[in-house]
């Protein structure tokens, strides 16, 4: 499973879609600034929305609900990798959130 560091996603998030497949009430506490929000649940009726020419960077909370769904879009024919320590390591890191 292709995963990437806080700081690779930092560098690769003005080219890469940021997807964040927490839930609404997680997403309530901060984003990425950018990202799209598409709950785990939701994604397959939503796949549409996320343009497969780009590489797709997967955000949850820790790392364990975007690792499962970097792989399923990796099968699915988009390029996907996780980003370790999710939205947990990102703000810990004073990374911008909104």
């Not at 955000?59 to 999710?86: F, I, K």
């Amino acid at each position: 499973m292709p995963e990437i560091t806080i700081a690779e996603a930092d560098e690769r998030r003005a080219q890469d879609q940021i997807l964040d497949v927490r839930e609404d009430f997680e997403v309530a506490e901060g984003m990425i600034p950018g990202a799209l929000h598409i709950p785990m649940g939701q994604l397959g009726s939503r796949l549409q929305e996320l343009d497969r020419s780009r590489p797709v960077i997967v955000v949850c909370r820790s790392g364990n609900r975007s690792a499962r769904v970097a792989e399923a879009l990796n099968q699915a024919g988009y390029t996907a990798d996780t980003m370790t320590g999710g939205m947990v390591a990102w703000q810990g890191a004073g990374l911008p959130a909104h």
